[in-house]
């Protein structure tokens, strides 16, 4: 049964893109289209958005809507943008007044109120189309008001009589603290009571807080991070109410677009592979040294980072390891990446220090993270926290063997290689310390010199398949158990 879906995401790939949350939404967009169903995704209209090419259309239907939050009327217009590479449409929230800022987030006073306008749009342009979606879907805490919205302001409308909501958590560590001055704003004409009374309390309201308390389903983008984030070492302060919710968490394990990320047709790396043919791997890897300007040859191992350089990436624990293993071990070195400056300052003095064995490049570029993907050996990602992860993915179908912690979506997705038995996919390492990431950084080197044993472990991750036409259907099963619930 095709199902009604309106979906609501502050970014979707490729229009608008920071972090994962993008590539999910749109490869989301993209599968439930394909299946059949009708799903209206809304994302804001920002000005960064390179418009050519995709047939931005306003919609008569949705003009001229607004919504006050406080003292402040926002007034807006939807367009719809054809996605890339399918059939299937965007809704832009077109609101100049918050959208047009030079980045997707900002550290404006307003940030909150900019996904408010969001939030509040999904629901206005739906009473608008006289749509009446089965199903909310929210994602982290930018739209995370929607849940409440649904239960109070929005409740007297027949048309959301039996819309249930879904709350995806990608990103715990984001929550949307706000101050308790934003109230009224927040609750639309809400009882106060909704929100939680020790925040408020103590000055502040916290917005994904508020939608895990009332959406009918919360959602996480593996089974493992579904346990973690009840725990006090993952669950960042929500483990309290996580416990108390857990019969409505699901974990969802994201998906691969292999439209976008195969070597057999990736649109930016200049030779196509198979997992038959990594002598082209093996071509393109001394390609992009030559571009990146590095030394070392075929057998000198090219390990690959393209990240967020955030904390929850783990990469503190690379300031000790990684300068002393470039001494006594033979690999270079590639990072894409922009964020804090400590991590930004520490991968710029490597690159000062080794300067024909490590390449930084601060900057986000999609062409270089495909081809970091499809030159590099070996790929690491030693976060601290991980609800999922989508790179250790892309690199097990390009060959590029990942070196992970076991934490979140990056235990479901890489087993450690066992060489006995030449089962396992990747490098996989326990404790969040110096010395377990050495440690699997010295096991990939000492597998990578035993040829044999590396081809089978590269052959192993490409025969994995994690595509979006599988994993979409975890998302229909819940969408149909919430409806028939
Ligand atoms: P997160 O959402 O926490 O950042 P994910 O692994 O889920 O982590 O997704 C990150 C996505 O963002 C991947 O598609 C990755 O290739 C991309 N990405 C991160 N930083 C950059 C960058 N500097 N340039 C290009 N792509 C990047
Ligand atoms: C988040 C998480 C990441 C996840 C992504 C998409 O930002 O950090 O692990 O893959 O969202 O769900």
């Given at each position: 049964m095709p199902?009604k879906?309106?979906?609501?995401?502050?970014?979707?790939?490729?229009?608008?893109?920071?972090?994962?949350?993008?590539?999910?939404?749109?490869?989301?967009?993209?599968?439930?289209?394909?299946?059949?169903?009708?799903?209206?995704?809304f994302?804001?209209?920002?000005?960064?958005?390179?418009?050519?090419?995709?047939?931005?259309?306003?919609?008569?239907?949705l003009?001229?809507?607004?919504?006050?939050?406080?003292?402040?009327?926002?007034?807006f217009?939807?367009?719809?943008?054809?996605?890339?590479?399918?059939?299937a449409?965007?809704?832009?929230?077109?609101?100049?007044?918050v959208f047009?800022?030079?980045?997707?987030?900002?550290?404006?006073?307003?940030?909150?109120?900019?996904?408010?306008?969001?939030?509040?749009?999904?629901?206005?342009?739906?009473?608008?189309?006289?749509?009446?979606?089965?199903?909310?879907?929210?994602?982290?805490w930018?739209?995370?008001?929607?849940?409440?919205?649904?239960?109070?302001?929005?409740?007297?409308?027949?048309?959301?009589?039996?819309?249930?909501?879904?709350?995806?958590?990608?990103?715990?560590?984001?929550?949307?603290?706000?101050?308790?001055?934003?109230?009224?704003?927040?609750?639309?004409?809400?009882?106060?009571?909704?929100?939680?009374?020790?925040?408020?309390?103590?000055?502040r309201i916290?917005?994904?807080?508020?939608?895990?308390?009332?959406?009918?389903?919360?959602?996480?983008?593996?089974?493992?991070?579904?346990?973690?984030?009840?725990?006090?070492?993952?669950?960042?302060?929500?483990?309290?109410l996580?416990?108390?919710?857990?019969?409505?968490?699901?974990?969802?394990?994201?998906?691969?677009?292999?439209?976008?990320?195969?070597?057999?047709?990736?649109?930016?790396?200049?030779?196509?592979?198979?997992?038959?043919?990594?002598?082209?791997?093996?071509?393109?890897?001394?390609e992009?040294?030559?571009?990146?300007?590095?030394?070392?040859?075929?057998?000198?191992?090219?390990?690959?980072?393209?990240?967020?350089?955030?904390?929850?990436?783990?990469?503190?624990?690379?300031?000790?390891?990684?300068?002393?293993?470039?001494?006594?071990?033979?690999?270079?070195?590639?990072?894409?990446?922009?964020?804090?400056?400590?991590?930004?300052?520490?991968?710029?003095?490597?690159?000062?220090?080794?300067?024909?064995?490590?390449?930084?490049e601060?900057?986000?570029?999609?062409?270089?993270?495909?081809?970091?993907?499809?030159?590099?050996?070996?790929?690491?990602?030693?976060?601290?926290?991980?609800?999922?992860?989508?790179?250790?993915?892309?690199?097990?179908?390009?060959?590029?063997?990942?070196?992970?912690?076991?934490?979140?979506?990056?235990?479901?997705?890489?087993?450690?290689?066992?060489?006995?038995?030449?089962?396992?996919?990747?490098?996989?390492?326990?404790?969040?310390?110096?010395?377990?990431?050495?440690?699997?950084?010295?096991?990939?080197?000492?597998l990578?010199?035993?040829?044999?044993?590396?081809?089978?472990?590269?052959?192993?991750?490409?025969?994995?398949?994690?595509?979006?036409?599988?994993?979409?259907?975890g998302?229909?099963?819940?969408?149909?158990?919430?409806?028939?619930s």
């Amino acid at each position: 049964m095709p199902l009604k879906i309106c979906f609501a995401s502050a970014e979707v790939a490729p229009l608008a893109k920071a972090g994962g949350l993008a590539d999910v939404s749109g490869a989301l967009l993209k599968y439930l289209h394909a299946d059949g169903h009708d799903v209206r995704l809304f994302m804001p209209g920002y000005a960064i958005i390179q418009r050519e090419g995709l047939e931005i259309r306003p919609l008569d239907a949705l003009r001229e809507l607004s919504v006050t939050l406080g003292s402040q009327r926002y007034d807006f217009s939807v367009s719809s943008a054809q996605l890339p590479d399918s059939s299937a449409q965007v809704y832009l929230v077109e609101c100049p007044a918050v959208f047009n800022r030079p980045s997707i987030y900002t550290a404006d006073a307003d940030e909150y109120r900019r996904f408010l306008v969001l939030t509040h749009a999904a629901f206005l342009s739906c009473q608008r189309m006289a749509f009446a979606p089965q199903i909310m879907h929210f994602n982290d805490w930018h739209t995370a008001a929607g849940p409440l919205l649904l239960r109070s302001p929005y409740a007297w409308d027949r048309l959301f009589q039996s819309t249930r909501s879904v709350l995806t958590v990608h990103n715990i560590g984001y929550q949307g603290i706000i101050d308790a001055a934003a109230q009224a704003e927040v609750l639309h004409g809400a009882p106060p009571s909704m929100l939680d009374a020790a925040d408020l309390a103590a000055g502040r309201i916290n917005l994904l807080k508020t939608g895990l308390a009332y959406t009918d389903r919360i959602t996480t983008v593996s089974p493992t991070f579904a346990h973690e984030l009840r725990t006090a070492e993952y669950g960042m302060g929500m483990e309290t109410l996580l416990r108390t919710r857990r019969d409505a968490i699901v974990g969802i394990l994201n998906g691969v677009d292999y439209d976008e990320w195969d070597p057999r047709r990736d649109r930016y790396i200049s030779q196509h592979y198979g997992a038959n043919q990594l002598g082209i791997k093996a071509e393109l890897k001394h390609e992009f040294l030559q571009r990146i300007q590095l030394s070392g040859g075929a057998r000198t191992a090219l390990i690959g980072i393209v990240s967020r350089l955030a904390t929850q990436k783990g990469f503190d624990l690379l300031f000790e390891s990684l300068p002393l293993l470039l001494q006594v071990r033979e690999f270079n070195l590639v990072v894409l990446g922009t964020g804090e400056p400590r991590y930004e300052n520490f991968f710029s003095s490597l690159q000062r220090r080794f300067p024909a064995r490590v390449h930084f490049e601060r900057r986000y570029s999609d062409e270089l993270a495909h081809w970091i993907e499809a030159a590099s050996d070996m790929f690491l990602m030693p976060s601290r926290y991980e609800p999922c992860g989508l790179n250790q993915m892309y690199s097990l179908r390009y060959g590029t063997v990942p070196i992970v912690r076991r934490t979140g979506g990056l235990a479901d997705s890489v087993q450690h290689f066992d060489a006995a038995s030449g089962a396992g996919t990747g490098v996989v390492f326990n404790d969040y310390n110096a010395e377990g990431v050495s440690w699997a950084l010295n096991t990939a080197l000492d597998l990578y010199q035993n040829k044999a044993a590396w081809r089978r472990l590269v052959q192993n991750g490409m025969a994995q398949d994690y595509s979006w036409s599988r994993q979409v259907r975890g998302y229909v099963e819940m969408y149909q158990s919430l409806v028939e619930s």
